[in-house]
């Protein structure tokens, strides 16, 4: 299994799937171990990793008529035109990655994507209040996710928490 993470933390909700795959990374362990991938905007870059992928969890914000912080878990192929890293600052995004591997008649990961709404993509790093007080449900339900594809998920013992993380990543 592998965890995608992707979005641009530069453009405040955007950047949710990359602070989430660092949140699960940073706080837990797996069993049978998974690769967690911080994809951020690198489109055409993340072709490899969904090659090597026989499952694949691509964690981001996701552009549907719904309240900001509503939570998706969809297959990816149901998903064509709904704002999953495809264009803009992405350029290429990974549903048109998974598309170029289809097109060269390369095995397809199953893929399942786990979309949060956007309430602000705006030139900031963070995330808004609304995405704040709803990702420790996102992470539940990547977690449940994992559970019942079989991988377990044990928490480390020293948490860091959502807050350490995007100040790390203003930092960088």
């Known amino acids: 299994m592998t965890i995608l993470g992707i979005g641009n933390v530069l453009q405040k909700d955007d950047g949710i799937g990359v602070y989430a795959a660092t949140y699960l990374q940073q706080n837990f362990t797996f069993t049978p171990e998974v690769e967690i991938i911080n994809g951020g905007v690198e489109g055409i870059n993340l072709f490899s990793v969904a090659e090597r992928s026989r499952e694949l969890l691509i964690l981001d914000s996701i552009h549907l008529n719904d309240e900001p912080g509503s939570i998706y878990l969809i297959p990816s192929h149901e998903l064509g035109g709904h704002g999953l890293n495809s264009g803009g600052a992405h ?56 559970r019942d594809t079989g991988i377990e998920a044990t928490p480390k013992e020293k948490k860091i928490s959502l807050e350490e993380i995007v100040a790390d990543v203003r930092r960088i």
Do not use: C, R, W
Not at 102 to 123: D, N, R
């Open 91 to 146: 350029e290429i995004g990974v549903l048109q990655v998974l598309d170029m591997l289809e097109l060269q008649g390369k095995p397809l990961p199953h893929a399942t994507v786990l979309g949060i709404i956007p309430h602000h993509i705006t030139f900031e790093m963070a995330l808004s209040q609304t995405l704040t007080e709803a990702f420790e449900g996102y992470i539940n339900v990547a977690l449940k996710f994992l």
